[in-house]
Nanobody
Framework: QVQLVESGGGLVQPGGSLRLSCAAS????????MGWYRQAPGKQRDLVAA???????TYADSVKGRFTISRDNARNTVYLHMNSLNPEDTAVYYC????????WGQGTQVTVSS
């Protein structure tokens, strides 16, 4: 059974930072492409960042230079380091794994507000 468990969300002031973590089980993590998506109220779920098995990365234009995705294959964990957060980054953030099929975590809320 595949499980993706996110953690690290919360409330942060504009300009602040957060680190999201996603621990994966039930997949061969080192072979999977891992990603983070986000969904704000009333909007579609969009890709934020992704990292391939060879650690190539992709970012949405809106987060380039502010967010960094990384992976630790020894810990079966993918991270999203978020800096210079602004209110437009407020959303539920979902971990995604592509390994034969697509898998999703339950989501973690990130709220950027003063």
């Amino acid at each position: 059974q595949v499980q993706l468990v996110e953690s690290g969300g919360g409330l942060v002031q504009p300009g602040g930072s957060l680190r999201l973590s996603c621990a994966a089980s039930g997949i061969i993590f080192s072979w999977a492409t891992m990603g983070w998506y986000r969904q704000a109220p009333g909007k579609q779920r969009d890709l934020v960042a992704a990292i391939t098995r060879s650690s190539s990365t992709t970012y949405a234009d809106s987060v380039k230079g502010r967010f960094t995705i990384s992976r630790d294959n020894a810990r079966n964990t993918v991270y999203l380091h978020m800096n210079s957060l602004n209110p437009e980054d407020t959303a539920v953030y979902y971990c995604h794994a592509r390994w034969i099929n697509d898998y999703w975590g339950q989501g973690t809320q990130v709220t950027v507000s003063s």
